[in-house]
């Protein structure tokens, strides 16, 4: 079969292989981007995303849509419009097809983009599977759906090969676990289930347990442990992360890995506020099976802690969220020499690179650690560059990559936990400021309706250097990238405290916390100013006056020594 011959062909056209794709194809390079498209298997389970990956078609887009709603309704019928005098009699009715109907659209709309761009770049599109034949060839297979219009096998060949497959959700492995949908089946819903059980502790189940909640299903989230978000978005990574030249210098290594996990303080306040405006919450229950009831609901079972199986009963939907696992299993990684982990991700080191020369990988399907499609775009851009671009040290950075969890209320973290800050640097260096509080969004809201908002920043150090900074509440999510980009740089809190607040925001008490512009000077407890760097007097300035004060009286005395001596 003959080949068409590339400089790059990039596997996948998700967030990170249209990323790199693009870029590439703007160095000049002959660029062909191989994706699947929406495909769906026998039993209607999607198998391909579709242009613009899992973000556009099955992740932060269609999610955040769903969180819009389902918040703009959480913010209707608590009665925070009444207490502002603004009538609200809506009866909080979902439409839920018209909703999906729009959402659909739009993600079509962003699909139509994706495609429009990549012919713009000048990036020929192959669609189907696509499967290695040897390190730098690989076969494409049209889905059987596509066959007829997308055309026949493809052999296609290039210098370098970028994969970029990401991830699917991972199937519940219990007795009855088909019954379940994953959060793929999350956005083919066609109407609001009643009663659903979300089973998960991760942020997906999170989110996607308040959208229900928020949009009127009765809902219960089971997790194994006491809490939920007990790890974090970051998995470990088996390469150490790239040091940013800000961190390096005060020898932050462990920020730029991210939390693996939520500061303690937010997951409690997250678990106090799930449990007065959320779903209903089953702490200690691990998934033991599902059964199709009589009358056609769902039951599920769950081991709780002291090992009993329990009988949860009438639901309409069971979704299951509890990871996600890179799509390499059928990629014939092994006619290319790739590696991979026990969890069948690609192991790249801090260049993308993989076990096979000239085949790279990007993205959820590494070992990387970082799913998020901010990550992945950045490292493909930064791969072109190193590839096309002529930047041979180009390379994501990992440094204090920010987080949000978009749960209710949001959650936003960049930076260390305490708990991570402490064991880091030992306890004698870390100091906290903190502040739980009902912000002015919810001053005229019914008390049982309002919300509390949380914010702790993490210091190290005599010169308080901000490691961490974590907040939940009202707009969170929107707050965080000023204060990201603040905290890469090396801001202190002096720094932070520096910047005039912005009044009356929420934003304004991480600049304001109690203490301000002071420090104890010892366990006493009496307290001195602290300047911020630009007011700060250099040491040397006061050794400096000394020292011309001594040579003048020393010179003052000489005089009158030689005078008297005349
Ligand atoms: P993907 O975007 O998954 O793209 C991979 C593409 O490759 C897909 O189109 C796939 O069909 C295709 N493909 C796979 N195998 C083959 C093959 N053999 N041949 C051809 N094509 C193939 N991240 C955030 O930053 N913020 C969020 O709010 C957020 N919310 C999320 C919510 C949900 C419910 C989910 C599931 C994820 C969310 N994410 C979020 C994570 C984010 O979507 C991923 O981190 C990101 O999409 C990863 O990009 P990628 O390029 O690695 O892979």
Request: a positive charge.
């Amino acid at each position: 079969m003959p080949s068409d011959i590339y400089d790059l062909i990039v596997i996948g056209g998700g967030s990170g292989g249209s990323a790199v794709a693009r870029r590439a194809a703007g160095y000049g390079a002959k660029v062909c981007i191989i994706d699947k498209g929406a495909t769906r298997d026998a039993t209607g389970q999607r198998t391909g995303a579709g242009f613009g990956g899992t973000c556009v078609n099955v992740g932060c887009v269609p999610k955040k849509l769903m969180y819009l709603a389902s918040s703009e309704r959480e913010h209707l019928l608590a009665g925070h419009l009444s207490g502002y005098g603004v009538s609200a009699n809506a009866s909080g009715a979902v439409d839920w097809a018209a909703l999906k109907e729009r959402r659909d659209a739009y993600v079509a709309m962003l699909n139509k983009n994706y495609e429009n761009n990549w012919t713009k770049a000048g990036i020929e599109i192959a669609v189907g599977e696509a499967t290695f034949e040897g390190p730098q060839s690989v076969r494409v297979t049209p889905h059987v759906s596509q066959g007829a219009a997308r055309g026949a096998v493809r052999m296609l060949s290039a210098k370098k090969v970028v994969i970029a497959v990401g991830g699917m959700p991972t199937p519940l492995d219990v007795p009855g676990g088909e019954l379940a949908i994953s959060s793929d089946g999350f956005f083919d819903l066609p109407s609001r289930p009643k009663k659903v059980a979300v089973i998960g502790a991760g942020y997906i189940a999170v989110e996607l347990a308040g959208i229900l909640h928020g949009l009127g299903s009765e809902t219960h989230l089971f997790f194994r442990g006491p809490t939920v978000l007990q790890h974090g978005f970051v998995r470990a990574s088996p390469h150490r992360p790239t040091l940013s030249r800000a961190c390096v210098a005060t020898s932050l290594d462990s920020a730029l890995s991210g939390s693996r996990a939520q500061d303690p303080y937010i997951i409690e306040t997250l678990m106090e506020e799930l449990g007065k405006h959320g779903p209903n919450l089953h702490a200690g229950s691990t998934p033991a099976g599902l059964l199709r009831a009589s009358d056609g609901t769902i039951t599920l079972q769950v081991r709780t802690q002291s090992g009993i199986v329990e009988d949860h009963v009438g639901f309409d939907c069971v979704l299951c969220a509890i990871g996600r696992v890179a799509s390499t299993a059928a990629l014939g990684l092994e006619k290319a020499g790739v590696a991979t982990d026990e969890r069948g991700r690609i192991v790249v080191d801090a260049f993308e690179n993989t076990s096979t020369r000239n085949v790279l990988a990007i993205g959820d399907a590494t070992t990387a650690g970082f799913d998020l499609t901010p990550v992945a775009i950045a490292a493909g851009r930064r791969l072109a560059d190193r590839l096309f671009g002529g930047a041979p040290d180009a390379r994501i950075e990992y440094a204090c990559v920010a987080t949000v969890v978009f749960s209710h209320p949001p959650i936003g973290c960049v930076g260390l936990t305490e708990t991570q800050a402490r064991e880091q640097f030992g306890d004698a260096a870390i100091t906290v400021k903190k502040a739980r509080f009902t912000s002015m969004k919810y001053a005229l809201s019914p008390p049982d309706a309002k919300v509390r908002t949380a914010m702790k920043l993490v210091l190290k150090g005599a010169e308080e250097r901000v490691v961490g900074l974590h907040t939940i509440g009202p707009h969170s999510d929107e707050m965080l990238q000023g204060f990201a980009v603040a905290i890469r740089m090396g801001a202190t809190r002096a720094d932070f405290e520096a910047a005039t607040a912005i009044h009356p925001t929420i934003a304004e008490e991480l600049v304001t916390f109690g203490g301000w512009g002071q420090q104890p000077t010892g366990p006493e407890g009496a307290l001195r100013p602290v300047l911020p760097p630009h007011l700060r007097r250099p040491a040397y300035a006061g050794r400096t006056a000394q020292a011309i004060g001594a040579a003048l009286v020393v010179a003052a005395a000489a005089i009158v020594v030689v005078r008297a001596r005349r």
